[in-house]
């Protein structure tokens, strides 16, 4: 079974008092380094290069163009990009002139990191009218539909010649939504995996936000890595799902 592995960038950076109200989300050392300028406790890029390079993954990292100054990320993602990461649009919808935004953010992302294959949406707020726009827009595929929401796995059309990507498992509805501590979620997490494999899913799309990854929960993704590797999973990016 091919794993597949994505990660949403919804913010970079957070002020003190924010940090510090959510303090008992990290370790001492990482809270104390974050303080002190030496390391940012939301933008975990280069750790996610790092973690995922050790074993040679590579995934598809969904970038917004709205919620904070791209500018600040682009020359870390260009890096990633060239060395095999697949960079896509984080679209967030808004209220009105809804084709108009997703061309401007698609241009804009394409502006920096040239074509753009896929698109998720902010807060996973898929419809069938925002699909079809995206598909108008000219993307491959979308990856916005949870799993439970389609009743399948594996990748299928969707709107015209566009394909849906379901997500099997986000970090935000385990530590958000279901508020599980760290044993739950691992068993929760692995169950899914096996269980999608007894029953014959040729892929399982995985979800974490990368500002998550120094939190108490999305350390998790650390082990995931580790045991994908000593499972054997075909680990792969969402448009090498489409490819083969």
């Known amino acids: 079974m091919r794993i597949i592995l994505t990660h949403d960038v919804d913010s970079v950076s957070k002020p003190i008092g924010h940090v510090l109200k959510r303090w008992r989300r990290f370790s001492l050392g990482d809270l104390l380094m974050h303080i002190f300028g ?3 406790l939301y ?10 390079d ?3 993954y590579r995934s598809t990292i969904f970038v917004p ?14 890096r990633m990009a060239r060395n095999g990461w697949e960079i896509g649009l984080h679209f967030v919808v808004e ?7 997703i061309m401007m953010e698609k241009d804009r992302l394409e502006d920096i990191f040239g074509k753009i294959h ?10 069938d009218r925002l699909l079809e726009e995206y598909w108008k827009a000219g993307f491959k595929y979308d990856s916005s539909i949870r799993v439970e929401e389609c009743s399948r796995y ?28 760290e044993d739950d979620a691992w068993k929760y997490m692995t169950r899914k995996i096996e269980n999608a494999e007894k029953m014959g899913a040729e892929q399982f799309t995985v979800l974490f936000h990368q500002e998550s990854l120094r939190m108490k929960g999305g350390r998790l993704y650390k082990r995931l890595l580790e045991y994908l590797s000593e499972e054997n999973y075909k680990v792969s990016r969402c448009i090498d799902a489409l490819r083969s």
């Open 118 to 127: 896929g698109v998720r949406t902010h807060m996973l707020a898929a419809s």
């Open 95 to 101: 209220g009105h002139q809804t084709r108009s935004l």
């Open 65 to 78: 163009v709205v919620l904070f100054p791209i500018s600040s990320i682009s020359d870390q993602l260009l």
């Open 54 to 56: 050790k074993y040679g």
């Open 154 to 181: 594996e990748t299928y059309k969707v709107c015209g010649d566009m394909m849906e990507i379901p997500i099997g498992l986000m970090d935000a509805d385990m530590f958000g939504r279901m508020n599980m501590n």
């Open 43 to 52: 933008n975990n890029l280069r750790e996610l290069e790092r973690l995922e």
């Open 38 to 40: 030496f390391k940012s």
